[in-house]
């Protein structure tokens, strides 16, 4: 949906015009800010698509970080923070659904555990999935109730906050679930769905 429709969240355009200014420029750098970035990335045919690992790798910090440095020198508009922080975002929220207990400098992919920046940033997603419209670049058509993922987010959202409280019923304060082993495979999930 990313790459066939824009998104709007409280009148700020999501593009992935911004992503391909952004590759265009980095590519061609020696000393590159998102090495894992290729043209399949940004340019995927319908199998890469439909591959999990590259949207993993799109929405990504590293690829928010070089967008914002990218922004910081003049490379991309202003008009592109609200792309570069969707991506930001996305990759929290991936974070959250396959934490580990392996050792990781990134504090979303911690163990879920409830605390104040998980729930924070769950309750974040769910407003934006709810306020998102989705606009087709072709006909700039409203396409909001044809896409199944934005309720498909808000069902995973919602589930994981039950499942927890399900799970913890004491409200133990050391218990921690670790969402990557419930998880199969959601990302591909997600990305497997079509539009009716």
């Known amino acids: 949906m ?6 709007e969240i409280n009148n700020d355009l999501i593009d992935i015009k911004h992503l391909d200014e952004f590759y265009g420029f980095d590519s061609n750098c020696n000393l590159r800010t998102a090495p894992k970035l290729t043209y399949s990335h940004v340019h995927p045919g319908p199998f890469e698509k439909m591959k999990v690992r590259l949207a993993t790798q799109v929405f990504s910090h590293s690829v928010a970080a070089g967008m914002s440095t990218a922004l910081n020198i003049g490379i991309l508009p202003n008009n592109s923070i609200p792309t570069i922080n969707f991506i930001n975002d996305m990759d929290k929220l991936f974070d959250i659904f396959n934490s580990s207990d392996t050792p990781n400098s990134k504090i979303f992919n911690d163990p879920f555990n409830n605390n ?6 769950l309750n974040k997603m ?13 006909s700039a058509t409203d396409m909001t109730q044809r896409v199944n993922f934005l309720n498909g987010w808000l069902v ?5 906050k039950m499942l927890w409280n399900s799970l913890n019923v004491n409200q133990n304060k050391d218990y921690t679930l670790c969402t990557g082993r419930i998880n199969q495979d959601c990302l591909e999930n997600l990305f497997g769905t079509t539009t009716r």
Do not use: A, C, P, W
Request: glycine letters at 4%; zero cysteines.
């Open 2 to 7: 990313f790459f066939k429709h824009n998104f």
């Open 126 to 138: 769910t407003e934006m999935f709810k306020n998102m419209k989705v606009v087709s670049k072709l």
């Open 156 to 160: 995973s959202i919602s589930g994981l």
């Open 116 to 121: 104040s920046h998980q729930l924070d940033h």
